[in-house]
């Protein structure tokens, strides 16, 4: 890279932020191809519905990535970090959004590795992600069972259970993942999403 020149950053998504940006800096359109994750809906937001967050032991999905208009990598966490909360601060950020800085050999988060072998591959200069752990509020890096993730859902009074439904029903089909069937059993929640 020369001096000047500004960094190819990529952002990865995998749920709301492919369909609501809240002026996260994109660069085009997303794309279907971004690396295999381990993603689930196995966090409880403060809001109270789950989104989708990288896990252990869940089954890879083949996740999006978009470019960000951004000048370099602490622009794109601080971009990314403002984007999941708005009050974010520094501490916030450096602890929950994941970075792969392939000039420096710096990186922080979870799928560390196979985001930047990913990124070798798309000759991105840097990469960022939301690195929440999985977790209800009350257990944060405890991975709820299906069972535990049907049981919450049924606990939320009506907004809660609309947002919920909204969340995954916009998930992009490809993120099909074993909980997300349990919710299309349960409660027919089937894909709405345009992507």
């Known amino acids: 890279m020369k001096d000047r020149e500004k960094m190819a950053i990529a952002c990865i998504g995998w749920g709301s932020l492919i369909w609501d940006q ?38 890879r999905v083949q996740t999006y990535w978009c470019m960000l208009d951004v000048a370099d ?23 929950n959004i994941g970075f792969i800085d392939q000039h420096t050999g710096e ?15 798309h000759s991105l200069d840097g990469v960022v992600w939301t690195n ?6 009350r257990n944060r890096n405890v991975m709820p069972s299906g069972t535990d993730v049907i049981s919450h859902l049924r606990e939320l009074d009506e907004v809660g ?6 969340y995954v029903r916009l998930a992009p089909l490809q993120i099909d993942t074993e909980y997300r069937r349990f919710i299309e059993k349960e409660f027919g929640w089937h894909p709405s999403s345009v992507i």
Request: proline share 6%; aromatic share 8%.
């Open 161 to 166: 259970l609309e947002k919920a439904e909204k």
């Open 132 to 137: 929440l752990p999985c977790g209800f509020r």
């Open 73 to 95: 990598m602490q622009s794109a966490r601080d971009r990314l970090g403002i984007r999941e909360y708005s009050q974010a601060k520094e501490k916030w950020i450096s602890d």
């Open 107 to 121: 990186k922080y988060g979870a799928e560390g590795e196979a985001i930047a072998s990913w990124a070798n591959q």
């Open 22 to 59: 809240q002026g996260l800096p994109v660069t085009g359109k997303w794309h279907s191809d971004g690396p295999m994750l381990p993603v689930e809906f196995a966090r409880e937001s403060e809001a109270g519905h789950l989104t989708l967050v990288i896990c252990p032991n869940v089954k």
